[in-house]
């Protein structure tokens, strides 16, 4: 038997140069599709990891200075509207003013360093700390014994009040075991006198004494300032300062990197109206502080963020005014 050849009428077939070319066009189209929505959304990623960044060291930083506006002016036991000063520091930190001060730009410098040409600063005043209850006061030799220990040390700035009366002094010494606290001009040199009374205009050599009461209170004189200045660490970037009064002395605290300005609006009892610092006419009437920080565009690490993005607003009420 014969066999027989089968011939196949199918050809083996593959694609042409032409189909080939018009596969990979449309392959690199959806590649290039897909990439471009992988790079959209680490861009948009970024930029939210940037911002909840700023965000989140600038919530410290309002905590911070919230606590302190929020206080501003605070002078213990009623908050009196008497309020006697007799440190003779002819440093800002020291002069009462009713507690608050807004600083217009440009800033002279504070602590040893000058703000930011163009931006502001704000310097608050106020009592704090556990008080400590008075139980006798000897004005001949300059000292209250307490209740209970104090948490204050020698040369210390501190608030002594009553219903009527607020005097500011430095503290000489601290008897823990005899619960007294003294402030004799000797030891605590920034006191012009051991007379505690009340004298308008002040004149420190003719400040009559003053006895405060069993009820009186003795608490920790607080004096802070918020300012932008360069950063220590990268001079090309500013920096949220804090300057707070430790002991005798001023401290400063870089406590936010990369804010670029800082400006502040006073809002008044009367008007009820934001003002520029320049304008406001009684620090004693303020009620409220408008703040507004701006972030650095370096911190930002070259975002395109509309102007308004960089800025963080708010607003902080003076509890002790407000009713």
């Known amino acids: ?179 007294t606290l ?4 000797g030891a605590a040199p920034l006191n012009c006198t051991q007379n505690l009374g009340f004298l308008m205009p002040f004149n420190c050599a003719t400040t009559p004494v003053r006895s405060f009461p069993s009820n009186a209170m003795v608490m920790r004189f607080e004096s802070v300032a918020w300012f932008v200045a360069p950063s220590r660490d990268d001079s090309s970037v500013n920096s949220l300062y804090r300057a707070a009064v430790v002991g005798a002395q001023q401290i400063n605290e870089e406590v936010l990197f990369g804010v670029s300005n800082i400006q502040f609006s006073y809002m008044d009892a009367t008007t009820r109206q934001f003002r520029t610092a320049n304008a406001v006419l009684n620090w004693g009437d303020i009620i409220s502080v408008s703040v507004t920080l701006t972030i650095d565009d370096k911190v930002l690490k070259q975002l395109d963020l509309l102007e308004s993005a960089k800025n963080i607003n708010f607003i902080i009420t003076l509890r002790n005014r407000v009713g």
């Open 1 to 179: 038997m014969k066999k027989q050849k089968v011939i196949s009428t199918f050809k083996m077939v593959g694609f042409s140069l032409t189909e080939l070319m018009i596969a990979m066009v449309l392959g690199l189209l959806v590649l290039g599709g897909a990439l471009g929505i992988f790079m959209s959304n680490q861009t948009t990623s970024r930029v939210n990891n940037s911002l909840s960044e700023v965000q989140n060291t600038a919530r410290i930083a309002f905590q911070l200075m919230s606590k302190d506006i929020r206080s501003a002016g605070f002078s213990g036991c009623g908050n009196p509207v008497r309020v006697v000063n007799i440190l003779n520091s002819a440093q800002p930190w020291a002069t009462w003013n009713d507690g608050i001060r807004g600083l217009a730009a440009p800033v002279a410098a504070i602590n040893g360093i000058t703000p930011t040409l163009g931006t502001e600063a704000i310097r608050v005043m106020y009592a704090s700390g556990v008080s400590s209850s008075i139980n006798s006061h000897d004005t001949a030799n300059a000292e209250f014994t307490l209740t209970a220990p104090s948490d204050l040390n020698p040369l210390d700035i501190a608030i002594v009040c009553d219903d009527t009366l607020t005097t500011l002094f430095q503290v000489s010494a601290v008897n823990a075991a005899a619960n």
């Open 182 to 185: 003294e402030y004799k001009t």
